[in-house]
C-alpha cells in the first residue's frame, strides 16, 4: 500500500503525460514528425542569453534517442525552467504541465521521459517547476506567507516559461515556432485552462486533462469529503458492497452490461434505500445509520456559506480497476482510503487551508475541523489568482486556438460535472458553437487521467495538431483498455454532449460497433 501511494503521489507531481500523446503519428493527417529545421547556432552560444528577464544557468547538447540542446535556467525569483531544443526541428513548441501542486524539479526522471518523448518526434520542449521546489517546501507551504510564489503557481510561471522558450528557440534555430502546444492533466489541466483565459496567444492548441480548474471548489469539496468519512470511515471490503450495489443498479442503463456507468448523472443510487442496513451491528457487509448517514454527506453538493460552490460527486469510481500501477483495486483507495498513512486527498486539499484560503496562515490548521457557515477571508484573492473559471474565450478562440478537454466519469479525486458546467458556461458566453474551438470528451470508468475499468489509452495530442494546423475537427478520439499490455476492448469518444451508443448486432469490444449520437 505505501508503495502504490508513494507512486500515486509520484505520479500526480511530476509531469508525465498519462494518456499516451504522439502515438498515432503514423495516421496524423499532418506529418509533424518531419524536421525541416537545423540549429542557426552553436548550443553553447544560448549561455550568454541572461538578462533581467532571465537566467540561464547551463546549456549543454546531450544524445540520447535524439540530439539536443538542454538549457535550463531561472525566472525571478525563483521560476526553474528546462528548454530542450532538438538538433532536428519539426518547428514547433511542446509545454507540459504539472500534478498536484507542482514544484517537480527539471532534472526529475518523469519530466525527462515526457520531454523525450516530444524531442523523438521533433518538438522543442518547455517545463517549468512554478516557481518552488517540493523537495524542500513541501505541499501548499510553499505558500506560507508567500503571495508571489502563490502568484507563481497559479499562473505567472507557466506564462514566463512560454515566452522564455519561445525565445531561446527563436535564437537557436533562427526561427520562432510556427505551432506551440500545451498538455496537462489534474492542476496542468488547471494551467492549460488558465493559459486559454488570460494568454490567448501563448499556445495554438491546449490540451486540458480533468482540469482542476475550480481549484477552491476541489478542495472545500475534497474536506467535504474527507470529513463526511472521518467519523465512520469504510474499510475496503465496505466500499467493494458498495460499488457493488452501485454498478449493480446503473452499469445497464445505456443499454451494455459493461462494467462501466456511461453518465453518472442518469444513475437512481441512493444510499439509503439501496445499501443493506445492519440495524445496529456493525458488520462488515452492510451499513450502519452512521456509514449511510456518512455517505450521503459525501454525495451531496458542497454548500459555504448557505450557498452551493461545488457539485455533489457522482458515483463510479468506487469500483476496483487496474490503477496507475495496473494493480487492481477500488478507486477510492488511495484518495479517501489508505491503511498506511494519510490519504491522497489529505495530502492535496489540507494546505489549501493552512496557507492559501485565509490572511493569517495557520500550519496547524485542521482541515476537517473547517466551519462552512462563512466563507474564509482570503478566498477571494485566491480564487483570483489560483481558479481558472473565466467563460470567456472570445480572446483564444479568435487568436485561432484550439481546446481539447478530456475527463474521466469515475474520476475519485475532481468532479467531472465542473468541466460539464464550465463547457456549459463558454457555449453561454462566447456565442455561436462552442465546439467549433473548444470539445470536451468524457471518458466513461476512467479514474483520475488514467486508470479505472474504462478506456484510458489515447492519443489527444495528435487530433489537436490536426485540428489545428489542417482543420480536421475531432469527432471522436479512439481509446482503448488494457490491462498487463493488452488491448481488452476499444470505444470512441464522443464531444459533449454526444455518447457513443453500441449499434445492435455488432461487437461491443470493438470501436468501430459504436457510433456517436446526440444526448444531454
Not at 503525460?17 to 502515438?23: I, Q, T
Not at 486540458?208 to 477552491?216: E, H, K, L, Q
Not at 470567456?392 to 484550439?402: C, F, V
Request: aromatic fraction near 10%; glycine fraction near 8%; proline fraction near 7%.
Amino acid at each position: 500500500m505505501l508503495r502504490m501511494l508513494v507512486l500515486a503521489l509520484t505520479v500526480l507531481l511530476s509531469p508525465v503525460a498519462l494518456s499516451l500523446p504522439f502515438s498515432d503519428a503514423d495516421s496524423s493527417k499532418v506529418d509533424y514528425s518531419k524536421s525541416r529545421h537545423q540549429p542557426a547556432s552553436s548550443c553553447r552560444s544560448l549561455m550568454s542569453l541572461t538578462t533581467v528577464d532571465f537566467s540561464v544557468v547551463t546549456a549543454s547538447l546531450e544524445s540520447g534517442a535524439v540530439e539536443f540542446c538542454a538549457v535550463s535556467g531561472v525566472i525571478p525569483s525563483e521560476i526553474r525552467f528546462a528548454v530542450d531544443l532538438p538538433t532536428n526541428w519539426n518547428g514547433r513548441l511542446f509545454m507540459h504541465g504539472n500534478g498536484g501542486l507542482a514544484g517537480t524539479p527539471p532534472e526529475s526522471p518523469g519530466r525527462r521521459r515526457t520531454s523525450q518523448r516530444a524531442l523523438q518526434y521533433g518538438f522543442a520542449t518547455a517545463y517549468t517547476d512554478t516557481g518552488h521546489d517540493r523537495r524542500i517546501e513541501q505541499g501548499g507551504s510553499f505558500a506560507y506567507r508567500n503571495l508571489h510564489k502563490l502568484i507563481d503557481y497559479g499562473y505567472r510561471a507557466v506564462h514566463l516559461t512560454a515566452q522564455t522558450a519561445k525565445l531561446l528557440t527563436e535564437k537557436y534555430y533562427g526561427d520562432a515556432p510556427a505551432y506551440s502546444y500545451f498538455m496537462g492533466c489534474s492542476t496542468g489541466g488547471r494551467q492549460a485552462l488558465m493559459s486559454a483565459q488570460r494568454f490567448p496567444n501563448d499556445f495554438n492548441g491546449i490540451i486540458a486533462g480533468a482540469p482542476a480548474n475550480d481549484y477552491s471548489g476541489l478542495k472545500f469539496s475534497q474536506a467535504w469529503r474527507m470529513t463526511a468519512l472521518k467519523e465512520r470511515p469504510l474499510d475496503r471490503k465496505e466500499i467493494e458492497v458498495l460499488a457493488d450495489r452501485i454498478y449493480r443498479q446503473c452499469d445497464a442503463l445505456d443499454g451494455l452490461k459493461d462494467g462501466l456507468i456511461d453518465d453518472p448523472r442518469n444513475c437512481p443510487f441512493d444510499a439509503e434505500k439501496d445499501l443493506p442496513g445492519c440495524d445496529g451491528a456493525d458488520a462488515v457487509t452492510c451499513f450502519t445509520d452512521q456509514e449511510i448517514a456518512a455517505l450521503k454527506q459525501y454525495y451531496a453538493s458542497v454548500k459555504l456559506a448557505g450557498r452551493t460552490i461545488y457539485p455533489g460527486h457522482p458515483v463510479g469510481s468506487e469500483v476496483s480497476a487496474p490503477g496507475y500501477d495496473g494493480i487492481a483495486r477500488p478507486g477510492w483507495i488511495p484518495w479517501l482510503l489508505n491503511e498506511n498513512g494519510p490519504a491522497l486527498l489529505d495530502l492535496l486539499g489540507s494546505d489549501f487551508f493552512r496557507y492559501m484560503v485565509f490572511v493569517k496562515d495557520d500550519p496547524d490548521f485542521d482541515w476537517t475541523e473547517f466551519d462552512y457557515a462563512a466563507r474564509p477571508d482570503n478566498l477571494t484573492q485566491f480564487r483570483d489568482i489560483v481558479d481558472a473559471v473565466d467563460p470567456d474565450l472570445r480572446p483564444y478562440r479568435d487568436s485561432g486556438g484550439k481546446l481539447i478537454s478530456y475527463f474521466g466519469w469515475a474520476d475519485p479525486d475532481i468532479n467531472p460535472l465542473t468541466a460539464i458546467d464550465y463547457h456549459d458556461a463558454v457555449d453561454e458566453r462566447v456565442g455561436g458553437n462552442v465546439n467549433d474551438f473548444y470539445r470536451l470528451f468524457i471518458v466513461p470508468g476512467m479514474f483520475h487521467c488514467a486508470g479505472g475499468p474504462g478506456p484510458d489509452v489515447f492519443d489527444v495530442m495528435t487530433p489537436l495538431i490536426n485540428w489545428v494546423e489542417a482543420e480536421q475537427t475531432p469527432a471522436s478520439i479512439s481509446t482503448e483498455h488494457k490491462e498487463k499490455g493488452e488491448t481488452q476492448y476499444s470505444r470512441p469518444l464522443c464531444p459533449y454532449p454526444q455518447v457513443a451508443r453500441l449499434q445492435s448486432g455488432v461487437d461491443p469490444n470493438d470501436a468501430n460497433s459504436f457510433r456517436c449520437i446526440e444526448k444531454r
